[in-house]
């Protein structure tokens, strides 16, 4: 539950951003920024609460209770803000998998800032900031002069189910079901700093209710005061590093699938991103709706679509899309992003610029073989180091290009797990359709699905009839310049931050078209300028060659033999491509 802990937030987001949703109980009492704070995250679900009277245990455990018992998932956490858990030596992923009980506790150490520490820094890991304190975990108030670390074994880690009721404090599970003999390690921030001591507890004095004082609950802040955190604080500035908390090694991302370029392979198998079920007053990233108010767009609020993109491409096909692309990042935060058909980048390496300067938590993929297809020629080997030489400096952190059919790549996807998937492989009508259905269940609920390609009616280009059947059963928008790019919300819940794109008719819908169209449209205008610029250099540098001469003799030559536009022409071209494949597998 979360009341004014805008000091702790972002090292409570940071250590958890791995897990696949953070469900917090927000009281509606808070008058910090702790609700901005939480908005930003991309994998937060903000449920609204009040208790009446001030902080009281017994009406906080049964929001607690009622909120686990009804979430859809594996395992689910029951953290504080200033709590801080992880398996020692390996992934939670791997830890929790093997485990055959419904309860898993976790050994809570008590850190103090050292005399030696520096101040904190939210854009770090916080673990690894705060680290000493009383090393054995089974030491008692009397022992340690301070909450003891015994009273911290705590039953927080719980696979959700009607028959886990948890006791007020949370440190109980009615019934004591058995639980796991292995133990996650944890770091528990009340005392971590003096300020986030200070503002946290004399918050927690002023706000405790009268049934906590009849009860006895929350007794550690009924008489406490400044001077006495200040004092505790500097009883501890000596204390002993904890060894247990050296073994914390930060989850940036989460496990992908296999299936990875030989050079590079991904590891093991891909993180479940199931989407959670929340009830209708549920804020899910930066959109909510609050009595009639809906989320509405203004690209004033959104900078990263006037963003240029770092990737520079010999084709610019998909280029005028790329603000759009940034926007829909921006706007949606997903959790993950699947690229089908990525080329040589251009999309892919947009949407991954987006979620790098946003510094969102997002997991991206894309999947392509990288050979080509009769649509967009086919290539050797060259085209992936290129791209990989670009994406992974930059965003190999969080992002994976996935070498593979999208075939063979759809089943290490789990279902529900994608936000915004972009399909842009071969463009028939028979592998559009296919690739469209064979995902589809892979895209969450407030899932969307870009097609490229859907104004493209030349030769066997398919995607425009995929579009046209899409249309009659989706909310959507088209995009018709560059090639076309269609957008439907094919989740179960569309997502009402794109609610003003969706409803767009007419005059409205034009001018976001036209307004996406220039935005575009001058990228397009700028790549092309910097390639004419550096190829005026080249052709210089070539035509100062000895050879140029003859090369250019031959060029008149051929093109007397083989008239541009005649059917001898295109036989000869395709001839030469067919020569190349082979001749590509040779180097």
């Keep these: 539950m979360v009341y004014n802990e805008a000091l702790i937030l972002p090292y409570f987001l940071r250590h958890y951003r791995y897990l696949d949703g953070i469900h917090v109980l927000y009281e509606t009492d808070s008058t910090d920024d702790s609700l901005n704070i939480l908005m930003q995250a991309p994998n937060v679900v903000i449920e609204k609460c009040h208790i009446e009277g001030g902080l009281d245990d017994i009406e906080k455990i049964k929001l607690f209770n009622e909120t686990v018992q009804r979430i859809k998932a594996d395992w689910v956490y029951v953290v504080d803000p200033d709590e801080f858990v992880f398996p020692p030596y390996e992934s939670p992923h791997d830890f929790l998998r093997r485990q055959t009980f419904d309860v898993v506790r976790s050994g809570m150490y008590q850190v103090y800032r050292h005399r030696d520490d520096r101040d904190l820094d939210p854009s770090l890991a916080p673990i690894p900031q705060r680290t000493h304190g009383d090393p054995d975990l089974h030491s008692t108030y009397e022992q340690a002069d301070r909450a003891s670390n015994s009273l911290y074994v705590k039953p927080n880690i719980v696979r959700p189910s009607k028959r886990i009721s948890f006791l007020p404090g949370h440190h109980q599970i009615e019934g004591d079901p058995k639980a796991s003999p292995e133990l996650y390690v944890g770091a528990h921030w009340q005392m971590a700093d003096p300020s986030i001591a200070i503002a946290r507890r004399m918050e927690r004095k002023a706000r405790v209710s009268e049934r906590n004082r009849a009860n006895k609950m929350g007794w550690q802040h009924y008489d406490i005061s400044i001077e006495m955190i200040r004092e505790e604080c500097a009883r501890h500035l000596d204390d002993p590093n904890i060894d247990a908390l050296c073994s914390f090694r930060e989850l940036a991302v989460q496990a992908l699938p296999s299936g990875a370029r030989s050079d590079k392979p991904l590891r093991k198998s891909i993180a479940r991103l199931k989407e959670q079920t929340s009830p209708e007053s549920a804020i899910t990233g930066r959109a909510y709706r609050d009595g009639n108010n809906m989320y509405k767009f203004d690209p004033l609020e959104h900078p990263i679509c006037l963003s240029s993109p770092r990737r520079s491409v010999p084709f610019l096909s998909w280029r005028q899309h790329v603000p759009f692309a940034m926007l829909l990042v921006d706007i949606l935060r997903p959790r993950s992003l699947v690229e089908l058909g990525v080329h040589y980048g251009d999309s892919y390496c947009a949407f991954c610029q987006a979620v790098a300067e946003l510094r969102l938590g997002t997991l991206c993929y894309g999947v392509d073989t990288w050979k080509g297809d009769p649509h967009a020629s086919f290539y050797g080997s060259e085209v992936l180091a290129d791209l990989a030489a670009h994406h992974d400096p930059l965003y190999g952190g969080f992002s994976h290009l996935i070498q593979s059919t999208f075939d063979e790549a759809v089943q290490h996807f789990p279902d529900g797990a994608i936000d915004i998937l972009h399909i842009d492989g071969y463009h028939t009508y028979e592998a559009v359709k296919h690739d469209f259905e064979t995902w589809l269940p892979k895209v969450s609920p407030r899932g969307v699905i870009l097609l490229h390609d859907i104004n493209e009616k030349q030769q066997d280009f398919g995607a425009w009839k995929v579009w046209d059947e899409l ?116 180097r």
């Design 471 to 586: 249309k009659l059963r989706y909310p959507h928008f088209e995009f018709l310049h560059c090639h076309g790019l269609g957008i439907v919300a094919a989740g179960e819940r569309p997502p009402e931050e794109l609610s003003w794109l969706f409803e767009a008719r007419d005059e409205k819908a034009a001018a976001i078209r036209n307004f996406f169209f220039c935005l575009g449209d001058r990228l397009t205008l700028s790549a092309k300028q910097e390639a004419a610029t550096a190829g005026g250099s080249e052709r210089e540098t070539i035509r100062s060659r000895a050879t140029w001469p003859v090369a250019k003799k031959f060029r008149v030559l051929i093109d007397a033999m083989l008239p541009l536009g005649t059917r001898r022409r295109a036989y000869a071209r395709r001839a030469l491509t067919r020569l190349k494949r082979p001749l590509a597998s040779l």
